[in-house]
C-alpha cells in the first residue's frame, strides 16, 4: 500500500505500522528533509529519486515529493471500537466516495472517536487515496469492515449503544443530549442512509437547513453532528 503526501507520511511515521521504503524527491528539503530525519531515526530505507519516478508512483500528482510504501492497510475488528462509557463510533452506509470517506476519516480522528465502520460491500475502501485526502487521520483511527451496516447497527445496540441515522426528516440534532456510547450513522452521496437501516436505528437526527440547498455533504454533515457530541460532553465536566 502506497501513503502520499507530506502530512499523510509524517502521520504514518507516528505509528507503529511496518514501513517498507519511502521515496523522496531529490533536494528534500523542509517538511521532506523533516521525514527523512524521522526515517532514518527508525531505520526505514529511503531513496532519493526524480519527480518523474514519484510521478508514476502517484499518477494524480498529488505526492507532494513522497510516497511511502507499507503493507496493507490493517482493519480492526467490529469489537475493538467498544469499550469506554463515553464512546462515539462513526458507521459509514454507502459512501463511496475516496474523498468522502477520506473527510470522514478525518473529522472522527480530529473528533476523538473511537472508530469508524465500513461494510465489505457497496463502499468505498481505506485506499492511498483515502490516506492522503485523511491528511493522516486514517493512521491512527481504527477502521473496521463489517458484513453489512445492519449488522454492525445490531451489534452496537447490543453494546448499548444509541444508534442514531444523519438523515433530513428527523428530529434536530441540537434538541437531543448526545453523551453516553454513541453511533453516528452516515449515509452515501446520493442515497442518505438506506432504509431498512433507518428503521434499525433508534432515532433520526437531522442538521437544520436555511438555504435553498437541501443537503450537506456526508463529511460536513457529520463533522456538524459529531461537534455536537463532543460539545454535550464537555458540557458534563
Known amino acids: ?99 468522502n470517506l477520506g473527510a470522514i476519516l478525518r473529522v472522527a480522528e480530529c473528533a476523538g472517536a473511537d472508530g469508524v465502520v465500513i461494510p465489505k460491500a457497496k463502499g468505498a475502501t481505506v485506499t492511498e487515496a483515502v490516506v492522503r485526502i485523511s491528511a493522516g487521520a486514517a493512521e491512527h483511527i481504527k477502521v473496521a469492515k463489517v458484513p453489512s451496516v445492519n449488522y454492525a447497527v445490531e451489534e452496537l445496540k447490543k453494546q448499548g449503544y444509541w444508534v442514531y441515522a444523519l438523515e433530513a426528516g428527523g428530529e434536530s440534532v441540537y434538541d437531543n443530549a448526545l453523551t453516553g456510547k454513541i453511533a453516528l450513522v452516515v449515509g452515501g452521496e446520493d ?35 459529531v461537534y455536537e457530541v463532543v460539545r454535550a460532553r464537555l458540557q458534563k465536566r
Open 1 to 99: 500500500m502506497k501513503t502520499e503526501g507530506r502530512n499523510a507520511v509524517l502521520e504514518l511515521l507516528k505509528t507503529e505500522k511496518t514501513v517498507d521504503k519511502i521515496l523522496l524527491e531529490k533536494g528534500a528539503q523542509g517538511t521532506l528533509g523533516k521525514i527523512f530525519a524521522e526515517a532514518r531515526a527508525k531505520n526505514i530505507r529511503v531513496q532519493f529519486v526524480e519527480r518523474a519516478v514519484l510521478d508514476r508512483e502517484a499518477p494524480d500528482r498529488r505526492h507532494q515529493g513522497v510516497v511511502a510504501f507499507t503493507t496493507d492497510f490493517s482493519y480492526a475488528d467490529l469489537y475493538d471500537l467498544f469499550g469506554r462509557e463515553e464512546s462515539l463510533i462513526v458507521v459509514c452506509d454507502g459512501v463511496e466516495d475516496v474523498h
Open 191 to 225: 442515497s442518505g442512509v438506506h432504509r431498512l437501516t433507518r428503521e434499525r436505528c433508534d432515532k433520526i437526527l437531522s442538521i437544520p437547513l436555511f438555504g435553498k440547498v437541501n443537503s450537506l455533504n456526508a463529511s460536513v454533515a457529520l463533522g456538524v453532528a
